[in-house]
């Protein structure tokens, strides 16, 4: 059967499965109750949106009266936990498998058709509209879960106003205090909470997933976005961004991740986020975006663009860090070393992502003391030549006892204001293992190779696509770092360093995709992997086994992955090529990519 034959087939599958929209359209499971704050009329008993519960009360007034199963769908205006004068303990506390909906206009007949962005709806701690009145009529949390599973949740809110007590738990969650248990929270938006830590949010012991979610400004001393002590959350496809306050000791003016009083490590995963934070200078924080003390880190598929702070700059990580396909760009710490990536003694790696244009102020792009382990990476434009507050823009400052190994990058056109090594590497103490660049394009390779470890590597132009880009400003977001033909970075990686997160490429591609038109530099492990963030070939993300057409071949693959859903499943191939929007499932929405490529047949 030809392709357009099982097309057909497989979209009348697809439509039956009711599909997948950014905006869930949720099942009835049980009773929907109905709150709307402007409300003025009707019979007040939450059975309809002309009798929904009114007045600022009425979520809570739902929530009394809600039910396992039961939806909430609560109509824009301003929601509020207690009247005035009931003081900081008020809270709306969220029940389990209860949905909490908001974003709608009033008169909806279907979840789906709701837009929180249309339609503002605004939990408040403030209780008497006298902002800042705290301690008496300010929240110490606007929301509250405890112990719930992933059958609660929060979705189409702004949160705001709420401030954290001095002591124990009142001290986490300005907006958001969720005490074990896996509640969802999703399409949120946290903005002007404040807590001793986790400003906007706090995930004390959870497994929550967070998606979809905006924080900025909040305030904390620690995580003043979000703040995830000894759980093992999700936050997927979230924005930190705005221009933050900071007070001495804050760490990750974003999301601070780490242990207290005892508990387990956490075990956190950030995916698809962007984030983009100013730390106004009354201190340094440690790691304006993102902040661990201990545990397990994973960070895919993020943006970290112009985060900019006084000491380390976008991240400063220890424990166990996976950084795997993601970008820093423009990030800036001037004094404690590390615009990028700042290590005391963690162990690091980092795989097919890019760093450009950090570093134009402090000493280093990324500064480590532990493991640091680069594998396929593109770091190019980082530094200055121009001497800096710090010790002069190296792109890699290695910490003594440090453990280096660099493979299949390219390390080009970075700066400093020493000399042209030293914008690669430098040293403080003795180490006792010495830096490796394996399989490496370089600059100025042949100035410090007898300081360093390594085979296999170069200096030899890499041909970006594109640098600088239409700004003029190397370093910039639209250099296009990708490699041009003929290209020394094709086909030249060695396959026995790739790490395990080699097999999708920074644009979300299949790597090792052979270039016929380059002789491997290791042959009899055809297809070699090329050297840098990118790999050369085709951007047809729906090409899936890679050999530039969008055929029958390409389809059975995906009908596999599709009949799989999950990219978490086990069985899924390897880097989960299918999920085309990089969602972390094969669904509906890839499959119309790949029906739109399909129709080309041939990649653009």
Same mark, same amino acid.
């Given at each position: 059967m030809g392709i357009h034959g099982i097309t057909a087939r497989v979209k009348v599958r697809i439509l039956a499965c009711g599909g997948f929209l950014a905006l869930a359209s949720y099942a009835e499971g049980g009773a929907t109750r109905f709150a709307d704050s402007q409300l003025l009329t009707g019979a007040n008993d939450g059975s309809s949106w002309a009798a929904a519960f009114r007045g600022p009360l009425a979520l809570q007034a739902a929530l009394a009266s809600a039910l396992p199963g039961d939806e909430i769908w609560v109509a824009d205006g301003l929601y509020l936990p207690a009247s005035a004068g009931s003081g900081p303990s008020a809270s709306f506390h969220l029940k389990d498998n209860v949905k909490v909906l908001g974003g709608f206009a009033g008169g909806e007949a279907n979840s789906a058709e709701r837009d929180p962005a249309e339609n503002p709806t605004v939990l408040s701690g403030d209780l008497d509209g006298a902002a800042n009145s705290f301690p008496l009529d300010q929240s110490h949390h606007v929301v509250t879960a405890t112990n719930l599973s !992933?059958?609660?949740?929060?979705?189409?809110?702004?949160?705001?106003?709420?401030?954290?007590?001095?002591?124990?738990?009142?001290?986490?969650?300005?907006?958001? !205090?969720?005490?074990?248990?896996?509640?969802?929270?999703?399409?949120?938006?946290?903005?002007?909470?404040?807590?001793?830590?986790?400003?906007?949010? !706090?995930?004390?012991?959870?497994?929550?997933?967070?998606?979809?979610?905006?924080?900025?400004?909040?305030?904390?001393?620690?995580?003043?976005?979000?703040?995830?002590?000894?759980?093992?959350?999700?936050?997927?496809?979230?924005?930190?961004?705005?221009?933050?306050?900071?007070?001495?000791?804050?760490?990750?003016?974003?999301?601070?991740?780490?242990?207290?009083?005892?508990?387990?490590?956490?075990?956190?995963?950030?995916?698809?986020?962007?984030?983009?934070?100013?730390?106004?200078?009354?201190?340094?924080?440690?790691?304006?975006?993102?902040?661990?003390?201990?545990?397990?880190?994973?960070?895919?598929? /993020?943006?970290?663009?112009?985060?900019?702070? /006084?000491?380390?700059? !976008?991240?400063?990580?220890?424990?166990?860090?996976?950084?795997?396909?993601?970008?820093?760009?423009?990030?800036?710490g001037k004094f404690d070393g590390g615009a990028a990536i700042h290590s005391f003694d963690g162990d690091v790696s980092i795989t097919n992502s890019l760093f450009s244009g950090n570093d134009r102020l402090g000493f280093s792009t990324i500064y480590t003391g532990g493991k640091l382990r680069i594998r396929n990476c593109t770091l190019a434009n980082n530094g200055s030549a121009t001497p800096a507050p710090g010790s002069g823009a190296h792109f890699l400052i290695v910490n003594q006892n440090a453990d280096i190994a660099v493979s299949n990058s390219i390390v080009w056109g970075n700066k400093s204001s020493q000399n042209n090594s030293s914008a690669v590497i430098s040293s403080f103490g003795t180490s006792t293992v010495v830096p490796r660049f394996d399989s490496c394009i370089v600059q100025s390779w042949g100035a410090f190779v007898s300081t360093v470890a390594g085979q296999n590597s170069l200096a030899a132009d890499p041909l970006f696509v594109s640098v600088p880009g239409l700004d003029g400003i190397a370093g910039s977001e639209d250099d296009n770092l990708r490699l041009q033909t003929a290209s020394p970075a094709i086909d030249r990686g060695d396959n026995n360093l790739l790490g395990p997160a080699f097999a999708l490429d920074l644009d979300g591609l299949l790597r090792r995709r052979d270039d016929p038109a380059t002789t491997d530099f290791m042959p009899g492990s055809a297809p070699e992997i090329d050297i840098g963030a990118y790999e050369f070939g085709p951007a047809c993300r729906s090409d899936i086994n890679a050999d530039g057409f969008v055929d029958d071949a390409d389809f059975v693959l995906f009908a596999a992955a599709y009949d799989l859903l999950d990219c978490a499943d086990p069985v899924m191939p390897v880097g989960c090529a299918s999920d085309l929007n990089n969602d972390a499932n094969v669904d509906d929405a890839d499959f119309v990519l790949f029906a739109n490529a399909y129709d080309a047949l041939v990649c653009p």
């Open positions: !992933a059958g609660a949740l929060l979705d189409g809110f702004t949160i705001t106003s709420g401030i954290g007590g001095d002591f124990g738990n009142d001290s986490f969650g300005g907006g958001v !205090a969720v005490f074990g248990g896996a509640p969802t929270i999703r399409n949120c938006t946290f903005v002007d909470n404040e807590a001793s830590a986790g400003g906007g949010l !706090a995930l004390i012991e959870s497994t929550s997933l967070v998606e979809n979610c905006t924080f900025g400004p909040n305030y904390a001393q620690m995580g003043a976005g979000l703040v995830n002590f000894a759980g093992s959350p999700i936050v997927r496809k979230c924005v930190f961004s705005g221009e933050y306050p900071s007070t001495g000791g804050n760490s990750g003016l974003g999301i601070y991740s780490g242990t207290m009083g005892g508990l387990e490590n956490p075990d956190m995963t950030i995916e698809g986020c962007r984030f983009s934070i100013i730390a106004r200078e009354f201190s340094c924080p440690a790691g304006v975006a993102v902040a661990t003390g201990a545990g397990h880190l994973v960070v895919r598929d /993020c943006q970290f663009i112009g985060n900019i702070g /006084c000491g380390s700059g !976008a991240m400063q990580v220890d424990g166990v860090v996976e950084i795997e396909r993601s970008v820093f760009i423009g990030n800036e």
